[in-house]
């Protein structure tokens, strides 16, 4: 199998609800090994593209192929070739962690003889070694989730699908959920990630940012950051900060600001040169500026950049 | 206690009824349904029996006797057999019920012996209405039998002997024993009970399903308040209801009324607050939707239906199931509806019964306040 | 502005049969504060919000909140605070409006009042055009922004907010935290848990919480300085190799592998980084870039989670 062949082809697709255009035109590849991040925000498409990835919506033009499977011609082909695993983990709580496995085992229709062999190397990569009679329930958060990763990939498919996995789980799981990720990474399959953790989208090899429907950027976390954000950022620190805010998301010339810890984060063309003119015109309304200076982008700095922010509404309720 | 609160909750209590199609469908149609259920589908009179007949004998006095048979509303002659094979064929494939078999020699017997015997045989797979056949079929050959004798003694110009004791059935209250009449109060109780108990019980279980609860007691909203805000809308279906299904009693079924409307509201008002806080209890014990309807059910439905005197009176119970009656809030108040419907009796007479009623309502509206708790633990 | 604690809480302990979820917790919220919990799943977030919003009885120690001592009051605390648990108390029947009405009149707002301040609210939420919307039709985040609008509907002086963002994409998630900044001015208090990192980053202070026990408390910056030896990233397109070489160089404590970059935890980074870059060129792997970067405050938590677990016998995994 050549390793870098694509897995997963995607070539203007796009889907529409009656008169709602979902997902307008989308192309990307993805290839084996690679770990392929879908930013966006609520509503932009992302789910849906999962779905018709997985077979379970149809598209309503152009074309997607995964593991080779044209997943519009054959939706159910594609199932078994693909592993899912969703947000609320669907785990059975009242099965055991063994049971759990047997029963995704046969929804996966994993060969008989090959089922103990599986669910031992299931358990293994998870973690759960020996625990294979424990109670779900009895399982914290994050051991849940490395059992539904278990559950998602034993029939080994090439691809699989992880929408929010770690939606509300702590850091020190996440690390090491990532870090069989990794493994899986290294063994050739393709992991596709749909994630609100900026932190989380950094993991990724290559990411794609979707908002209403559309591709907006697309690229390794380091392009997105040094390429594809409108403009530079400031960081600013002042006294008092609420009224700051307000001024700077009202003066030309900045093109955001938002916030940030006790600082604020502004949005400008030219950093460098933008920054001792705000600082005079803070000092102009006697308010205390401290430090301001340019800071490099989040991840989340670009997503906010490019995806539709309601326009700048106050900053905030008075009393 | 806050009226702003109390109206708050039930206000959004009124919202979520009304945008609950299953909850409105339980509301309007269960109690029209089961009125019209229990009132034209439910009769527990027994009438048009039917009946086979074989005649053996063959005579003009035969002929007479089954003749009183014919004449009568309570069995319905289905079917002149020939023979007994016929009969009990006709029996297995329920074509009749009752068959009557009139011997040979019944003419000769009767004139020469002054006695003769008819053969009943009976269907006792529906033992219930074959003991009523069999209760018919004896009242009438009874009848005939008075008849020919006096027909007999005036032949022979004696005078007509001292009376008979005759047995005279005299049923007060409801003369035509139209069963419908009696059972429609009972309907009342049961969709009083069902619904008042069975909507309510989700109110509470449904706040900790769908994770409103929690925020809800971090407010200052005290327990009284919450528990009165969602009680008001579920009372003010429940006394609807009830209205509802003795208007349609009264006036499209013609169950008379005779006792006063405001020992009807009066009493109704009692039994819904316990059929309620019973429901509140129910939801806070629960902890789930499912669960809680569960629960509610089975203590209405069940007990209302088979201990409430409804459809099974209490004195025919053996006396263990006679004293757990008496804890069934259901029983007093059939009992009242059935005396404010058909009875019309003092208002004394019925204080037994109001008073047990708000024994329980006092007890259960004490245990449905003390069991809610602003905490998780 | 005020600085006697809005919250205090002091020794405050609770358990569940054999599970102690709490475990003799200390640390104060001042007025005018943001205030973030951090800690793993089970770590006891939850169950000390429960405890100071009342709705649930501690087992030991004191808190007080807005003055009131929640052991001992709680009713009363809760006239003066606001609370959003995970699971928030969003009525999906009915409108947005009338969610707002609700909350508005069991905090006894008045008409008048409460018209102005939703109008305000929303409006700065983002969705002042769906007011006849139901709940339940809502996307996540306007949910969970149309929560925080009723928890704030009746102007509360502290704010406690369980995980108020999960599963909320980074625009409504500013959206909300905007909201939240601009109730500081007037002195009110917010305690918020969070596992989003980023998040922790943005209030005054941090305490991380593991086991039911206070970890660390203070000012993110503060925790950055404090961390024990350095981050050293090297960003490289071919990011495993960088990876598997690096790991177990001397003075290296962990190295992660995030996306295109690796993250290596030393114990020096300024002695170590030569040291990392000789070694890599020593077998040629390409890199593009190798620095030394400030600790995040996910580095912190999850090295002194490490060191915390390493105290302890071995957990278990349930």
Not at chain 1, 249 to 275: E, K, R, Y
Request: neutral net charge; proline residues 5%; contains cysteine.
């Amino acid at each position: 199998m050549n390793q870098k062949a694509p897995s997963v082809v995607v070539q203007n697709l796009t889907k529409r609800f009656g008169d709602f255009v979902a997902v307008d035109n989308v192309s990307f590849e993805a290839t084996h090994g690679e770990i392929f991040g879908f930013l966006g925000p609520n509503g932009s498409g992302k789910s849906t593209t999962i779905r018709i990835l997985c077979g379970l919506l149809r598209p309503s033009s152009g074309r997607a192929t995964v593991a080779g499977i044209d997943v519009g011609r054959n939706p159910e082909a594609v199932r078994q070739h693909i592993g899912y695993m969703s947000q609320k983990f669907s785990l059975y709580n009242d099965l055991r962690v063994a049971e759990n496995l047997e029963f995704f085992a046969g929804m996966y229709s994993v060969p008989k003889k090959e089922i103990p062999a599986r669910i031992a190397w299931a358990l293994k990569m998870a973690g759960l070694e020996g625990r294979g009679q424990n109670p779900t329930s009895a399982l914290a958060v994050g051991w849940k989730q490395r059992l539904a990763l278990g559950c998602a990939v034993l029939h080994r498919p090439p691809v699989i699908f992880l929408d929010e996995p770690t939606s509300g789980v702590d850091p020190v799981s996440r690390r090491q959920f990532w870090d069989l990720i990794h493994e899986m990474v290294g063994q050739g399959i393709t992991v596709f990630v749909t994630t609100h953790y900026m932190d989380e989208a950094e993991y990724c090899n290559r990411l794609v940012l979707l908002d209403r429907g559309r591709i907006v950027a697309m690229g390794t976390p380091t392009d997105l950051k040094s390429h594809h954000m409108k403009g530079e950022l400031l960081m600013i620190e002042c006294e008092p900060l609420g009224p700051a805010l307000d001024l700077l998301q009202t003066a030309p010339d900045v093109l955001d600001a938002a916030v940030f810890g006790s600082g604020i984060h502004a949005v400008v063309a030219d950093a460098s040169a933008m920054a001792p003119k705000i600082r005079e015109v803070l000092l102009s309304r006697q308010f205390r500026p401290g430090r301001i200076s340019k800071i490099e982008p989040s991840l989340e700095d670009v997503f906010v950049s490019l995806t539709t922010t309601r326009g700048a509404g106050k900053s905030g309720v008075a009393a | 206690m806050s009226w702003t609160r109390i109206v708050a909750m039930t206000r959004k209590e009124v919202l979520q009824i009304l945008r609950d199609p299953r909850s409105l469908l339980i509301i309007l149609v269960i109690p029209l349904v089961q009125l019209f259920i229990f009132g034209y589908a439910v009769n527990l009179d027994v009438k048009h029996v039917p009946l086979c007949i074989y005649d053996r004998d063959g005579t003009q006095t035969s002929q007479d006797f089954l003749k009183h048979f014919q004449a009568t509303d309570y069995f319905n002659i289905v079917r002149v057999s020939d023979s007994y094979p016929d009969i009990i064929r006709n029996i297995d494939h329920g074509v009749c019920s009752v068959a009557l078999v009139v011997p040979p020699q019944f003419a000769e017997n009767l004139r020469s012996n002054g006695q003769a015997s008819v053969q009943a045989i009976l269907d006792a797979s529906d033992s219930n209405s074959a003991s009523i056949g069999m209760g018919y079929a004896q009242a009438i050959t009874q009848t005939y039998s008075s008849e020919i004798q006096i027909a007999w003694q005036q032949e022979r110009g004696l005078a007509v002997g001292a009376p008979n004791v005759t047995f005279e059935q005299r049923t007060w209250f409801n003369e035509d024993l139209e069963s419908m009449a009696d059972l429609v109060p009972g309907v009342v109780a049961m969709v009083m009970a069902v619904v008042g108990a069975f909507l309510t019980s989700l109110t509470i279980a449904r706040e900790w399903e769908r994770g409103t609860m929690e925020q809800l007691i971090s407010t200052p909203v005290g327990k009284l308040e919450i528990q009165i805000g969602k009680l008001l809308p579920y009372f003010a279906i429940g006394i609807t209801d009830t209205a509802i299904c003795a208007g349609t009693a009264v006036w499209w079924f013609g169950v008379p009324f005779r006792g006063s409307w405001l020992v009807l509201f009066g009493c109704s008002t009692l039994f819904l607050i316990v059929v309620l806080s019973l429901g509140y209890f129910i939801s806070v014990t629960a902890k789930s939707q499912l669960g809680a309807c569960q629960m509610a059910l089975l203590a209405t439905f069940l007990p209302t239906f088979l201990l409430s005197g409804f459809i099974f009176p209490i004195d025919q119970m053996p006396v263990v199931v006679q004293w757990v009656t008496a804890v069934l809030p259901a029983r007093y108040y059939v009992s009242i509806l059935r005396n404010v419907f058909l009875k019309g009796s003092e208002i004394r007479l019925l204080v037994p019964d109001i008073a047990a009623l708000a024994a329980i309502a006092a007890f259960l509206v004490i245990l449905a306040t003390r069991s809610f708790k602003k905490r998780l633990a | 502005m005020n600085s006697t604690p809005a919250i205090t809480v002091s020794n405050l302990g609770k358990s569940f049969g054999a599970v102690t979820a709490v475990d003799q917790l200390s640390f104060d919220v001042k007025p005018g504060e943001i205030f973030g919990l951090v800690g793993p799943d089970g770590s006891g977030k939850t169950t000390t919000m429960r405890m100071l919003a009342g709705v649930l009885t501690p087992d030991s120690g004191s808190a007080t909140v807005a003055g009131h001592d929640v052991r001992h009051d709680p009713e009363g605390a809760k006239r003066d605070l606001s609370y959003m648990p995970q699971r928030f108390g969003l009525y999906e029947d009915l409108t947005v409006d009338e969610n707002i009405r609700f909350y508005a009149d069991l905090f006894g707002v008045r008409r008048r009042e409460r018209e102005e301040r939703s109008a305000e609210l929303l409006a700065a939420a983002g969705f002042a055009e769906f007011r006849k919307r139901l709940a339940g039709n809502l996307s996540g985040g306007m949910k969970q922004k149309l929560g925080l609008v009723c928890a704030l509907i009746h102007t509360p002086r502290v704010i406690l907010l369980d995980e108020p963002t999960n599963g909320v994409d980074p625009v409504s998630r500013r959206d909300f935290w905007q909201i939240l900044y601009s109730l500081l001015a007037q002195g009110v208090a917010i305690l918020t848990s969070t596992s989003y990192l980023d998040e922790a980053e943005r209030c005054h202070r941090v305490g991380l919480l593991y086991q039911g026990r206070m970890l660390f408390c203070d000012l993110p910056e503060a925790l950055k300085k404090k961390f024990p030896g350095g981050v050293i990233v090297v960003h490289s397109d071919d990011a495993e190799r960088v990876r598997a070489e690096l790991a177990g160089a001397s003075g290296e404590r962990d190295a992660l592998l995030v996306g295109d970059h690796v993250h290596v935890f030393v114990d020096d980074a300024a002695r170590r980084l030569p040291e990392l870059r000789a070694r890599l060129d020593a077998v040629k792997v390409s890199y593009d870039s190798i620095e030394q970067v400030e600790a995040s405050i996910e580095d912190i938590f999850v090295s002194a989670v490490e060191r915390e677990s390493a105290k302890q016998l071995p957990k278990r995994p349930s």
